[in-house]
């Protein structure tokens, strides 16, 4: 399985490609469908290449998820802290999936 992982450009290295943190490790992504991007942005890291620009936001839920996909895999039973805005509430439908009621 392939998941993309986010990535906070460190420094760009050339016109296309960008040393980046990526979960603590130093990576060469390539930066070609991005473009070149100022030191601290973050990007989803895929297969050697940033695939898109994240927000802080977006990065900070996709490293909680990786960081639950972790504990699981390693036996941890309380992944919930990882998730706080699910965990309470029923789980809805997106609106082109709802039954129209006319």
Request: glycine fraction near 10%.
């Amino acid at each position: 399985m392939c998941i993309g992982v986010p990535a906070q450009v460190m420094e760009m290295a050339g016109e296309t490609s960008a040393w980046c943190d990526q979960r603590g490790t130093r990576v060469l992504l390539d930066m070609m469908i991005v473009g070149a991007q100022p030191a601290g942005t973050w990007v989803l890291g895929f297969m050697g290449a940033a695939r898109g620009v994240m927000t802080p936001a977006e990065a900070s839920q996709t490293l909680e998820a990786l960081q639950a996909l972790d504990a699981a895999l390693t036996g941890g039973s309380d992944v919930d802290r990882f998730f706080p805005d699910l965990v309470g509430r029923e789980p809805e439908l997106p609106e082109h999936l709802r039954r129209r009621t006319e």
